[in-house]
């Protein structure tokens, strides 16, 4: 059975970060990370190969958000700095993520856990 369970959530300071973990049970080529806004549609935040030789970012948080894994633990993260109050939604780890042309989906996910950034 597949789980995904997220953890570290909560609120910073915008400015401040903040780390998500998410531990895996089940093998996977890829996993990562999708975000959804009050009244908004689920937004692709980025991902990682299980090999850990490609990595994909969504361009509005490139180079402040960085997606690791450790096979060892079965557990992605995602470490977020500069934190913006318009990074605030639910966080949703995913499995099984696939880049197509201009989108993405993935074929498991968590139940989320909220980030709020406050101005």
């Known amino acids: 059975q597949v789980q995904l369970v997220e953890s570290g959530g909560g609120l910073v300071q915008a400015g401040g970060s903040m780390r998500l973990s998410c531990a895996a049970s089940?093998?996977?080529?890829?996993m990562g990370w999708f975000r959804q806004a009050p009244g908004k549609e689920p937004e692709f935040v980025g991902c990682?190969?299980?090999?850990?030789?490609?990595?994909y970012y969504t361009e509005s948080v490139k180079g402040r958000f960085t997606i690791s894994r450790d096979g060892a633990k079965n557990t992605v993260y995602l470490q977020m700095n500069s934190l913006k109050p318009e990074d605030t939604a639910v966080y949703y780890c995913?499995?099984?993520?696939?880049?197509?042309?201009?989108?993405?989906?993935?074929?498991?996910w968590g139940r989320g856990t909220q980030v709020t950034v406050s101005s």
């Open positions: 995913t499995a099984d993520v696939r880049i197509l042309a201009g989108s993405a989906e993935a074929g498991y």
């Open positions: 089940g093998r996977f080529f890829s």
């Open positions: 990682i190969s299980w090999s850990g030789g490609r990595i």
